[in-house]
């Protein structure tokens, strides 16, 4: 569960980003439309550490907050673009009893059904295909 550093200005972001090595981030470019063929796509930030500009860091603790939408979102932190919380199997999976409980008294639909809150935002990439993507 340790955090992912971006390094300033890595993927958009001004300052330094710390993020869940879940959490995905919004790739764009070239590189996305020749590999993927689609000019957006969300890459778990786990898969996109390099070992330089892009680390893992230990020791410490830390605490996650989640934003939830309506619907799966791109959403802005330190100016660079991620997701919302997308409570698919893995996300409702990672929350605390009492939040995903909370969750279900919001979208009661989440408890019966995995897929009613919809499709996520933009096309997830999985581990190998992250891993073409490259950072500077």
């Not at 802005?76 to 673009?81: D, F, T, V």
């Not at 919380?85 to 995995?114: D, I, K, W």
Request: charged share 20%; glycine share 10%; net charge negative.
């Amino acid at each position: 569960m340790a955090p992912i550093r971006f390094d300033p200005h890595v993927i958009g972001n001004e300052r330094a980003l710390y993020v869940s090595p879940q959490h995905r981030m919004l790739m764009q470019g070239v590189e996305a439309s020749l590999l993927f063929g689609e000019s957006e796509v969300l890459a778990s930030a786990k898969h996109l550490v390099n070992g330089s500009t892009v680390t893992e860091v230990h020791g410490g603790t830390v605490t996650y907050v989640h934003i939830m939408f309506d619907q799966h979102e791109i959403i802005y932190a330190e100016g660079a673009a991620s997701e919302s919380f997308y409570p698919g199997g893995t996300g409702l999976n990672a929350v605390e009893e009492e939040a995903r409980e909370e969750l279900f008294s919001l979208f009661p639909e989440l408890r019966s059904h995995e897929g009613a809150y919809g499709d996520t935002a933009r096309l997830c990439l999985k581990a190998h295909e992250s891993r073409l993507l490259r950072l500077g």
